[in-house]
Nanobody, 121 residues
Framework: QVQLVESGGGLVQAGGSLRLSCAASGLTFAMYTMAWFRQAPGKGREFVAAISRSGDSTYSADSVKGRFTISRDNAKNTIYLHMNSMKPEDTAVYFC??????????????WGQGTQVTVSS
């Protein structure tokens, strides 16, 4: 079955950096648009960034533009989220997701379990 496993979460100070990884298995990875979402305590799930099948196109939420970068390595079936200049409001559980749609899709069909990111002020 399809598995998406996130890693790399943790505690970081404001202004710091962190890199998340999401390893995929059980699917033809290069066929999927991949994305990161996050959910802060008491809030709904929020889109963070997406990357196209080949990695040549990305799409990010305004709240993270210029600070977060999504990338992928199709040879390793893995996506990454490089987070810089982090803020306390970035604190959330971060999820990766997979879609058969294009990079601006809203229809994600596979989800990981999430990894906690906490930014201290």
């Amino acid at each position: 079955q399809v598995q998406l496993v996130e890693s790399g979460g943790g505690l970081v100070q404001a202004g710091g950096s962190l890199r998340l990884s999401c390893a995929a298995s059980g699917l033809t990875f290069a066929m999927y648009t991949m994305a990161w979402f996050r959910q802060a305590p008491g809030k709904g799930r929020e889109f963070v960034a997406a990357i196209s099948r080949s990695g040549d196109s990305t799409y990010s939420a305004d709240s993270v533009k210029g600070r977060f970068t999504i990338s992928r390595d199709n040879a390793k079936n893995t996506i990454y989220l490089h987070m810089n200049s982090m803020k306390p409001e970035d604190t959330a559980v971060y999820f990766c997701a997979a879609s058969l749609g294009k990079v601006d899709t809203t229809k994600y069909i596979h989800w990981g379990q999430g990894t906690q990111v906490t930014v201290s002020s």
